[in-house]
């Protein structure tokens, strides 16, 4: 979760560094993500036959392909590493083309096999996980999956109803499965554990779940259109498995990861065949295996399943992760499926912006650029959110995020993190915002959440990041009890809706020198009015003690003691580094107890967030973020990571030639109207 390589938990058994797998399954050649995870863990695949001590066979799971393997591992009396995908894995299923986040490597037996113990159940079965600070790890996990409505796939969309509560959830599997057919089930078992849910339940309706490669083609379940009957039907609808089971009154499963899950939703499942998670206490079992002998909590089992057994993969830096890690990258990109899945309608979108726009909403289906709303089928429209009249109905805001990149947007530097706000924007203060709504969700935050934001705060303020990241250290400046007052551009949105007394930066400035005559104001323009973008320029300077220019904002923070503004982002970033903070408008940090309000803030402004709490919210759960390295939609951490490294690419001659005649233009523009 923090900005650098973590190293992977699991304590399972393992093999010694840089230990040789001979494969004979294709997939270990062709997958270049598995064969990265296998090499972080210290595996190198190799073809051909193991010749000397310490090598192995590796073989995917219980695969078809598996005894192929197998037999070279007998004849050459090699030892068997059993390798399956992770059970947080992707959006997508494998056979989409997804690779995985992360792997299971067993050296005792598929984890899903019930006819011989696993790493991983000697793991349930021995390990003392009595850790306290592990156990709150896997409850902070579970309740961050939960959350986010995380699966093994998690391409789950959000709205999809809910049916009327009080059914019994009997979930299908593929045809074939091996955690199936190594359960020893078959069509038979399914139709006995419908039976089994019909004669428990006799008043409820049956909804026979049905695996989401089958709902796509894929593979075929064993239930049939002809196992059904009054009272009993099929779920395809896609449903995040929380939402399904918060309604069930049981769970009927073979083997079914989707079992697990509901262990951890509450549920108490009915298990008619022998998956890792059977034979703890959690389950009810309608085959036993005898040699599991535990009672463990929800937590334990977590923790082992979850956190000390797979390899977790990052893909930005790649590296091995904590499951923490993994989650914040399947969260991010499960988030960006979930808001782009029906496509995006740009409206009036600048022709400099749009490839950038592409990148981040358009990997789902391509965006559609217009100058005008259209009637386009499904497809939300979204526009720059000052082209939006505040009271436009049923079209998205968009706007730049506040760790938003090396240069600025009117010199057209693009992006690593915008938002999108169906509600409002959050600078306007007429109307609630997304934002809002975040910042009274996270209001009382958990423990998780607080100590992530603060890592985050910790990290941006040790690389001296700030929105634009733009210009030097400030040169020796006055002695005494400094004051930055922070000058906005002249037509900023946030002053036109957000201020109502004092609405230029000169009446800021002279109302700051009244209210402090003894003070050091430092006053600092906008970037983009320095750079002669945009209009904004005090009138009057001898109010100032030194006008401060061509400076770097985190670099000038750490060398004031209080900041003054209007609703410049700059009074956001001086709060998370301890700076008290005087506003004149209602910036979105105005209101909630954190600065000294000069002027009128909504009342509905009502919650008490402490500064991390505020910062969870503005910097995690309300932008999004795209990584221009990887192409990915990441974490709030991954911006910070590449912006504090310099990883971004430069802009391109066209960009900088079409800023400069910008520049030209505006300045004649401004010549003319004088």
Known sequence: MGLGPEIHDTNAAGPPQDQRLFVYNGGFLTQGRIRRILQLSGYYIHVGLPAQEGDAVAVWGNSPTAHRGEGVAERRDAPIVRIEDALLRSLHPGREGEPPLGLVIDHRAAHFDPSKPSDLEVMLATHPLDDTSLLNRARTCIERIKEAHLSKYAAIPLDTPAPEAGYVVVIDQTEGDAAVTASGADRARFLEMLYYAQEEHPHARILIKTHPETAAGHRKGYFRDSDLRDGIEFFEDPISPYTLFEGAIAVYTVSSGLGFEAIFAGHKPRLFGQPFYAGWGLTTDQFEVQRRQRTLTRAQLFAAAMILYPRWYDPYRDTLCTLETAIDTLEAQARAWREDRHGWHAVGMSLWKRAHLQDFYGHVQPLTFGDAVADISERPQMAWSSKVEADSKGITRVE??????????????????????????????????RLEKLIEARATPRLDQEL??????????????????TGAAPDALPEGYRILVCGQVADDASIQRGTSDITTNQALLDAVRAAHPDAVILYKPHPDVEAGLRSGA???????????????PAALLAQVQEVHTMTSLIGFEALIRGIPVTTYGAPFYAGWGLTIDRSDVPPRRRAQPNIEALAHAVLIGYPRYFDPKTKLPCPAEIAVLRLSEGDIPAPTRAKRLVSKLQRIYRNITTLQGS
């Open 452 to 469: 992530r934001a603060a890592r985050l705060i910790k990290s941006l303020i040790a690389s001296g990041l700030s929105k634009y990241n």
């Open 400 to 433: 730049d995020g506040f760790i938003r990149s090396r240069g600025l947007g009117a010199a057209l530097v693009p992006p690593l993190s915008l938002v999108t706000d169906d509600l409002g924007i959050y600078y306007d203060p007429a109307m609630p915002s």
């Open 538 to 552: 005090l009138t009057d300077s001898s109010k100032a003690t030194q006008i401060v220019t061509g400076t770097d």
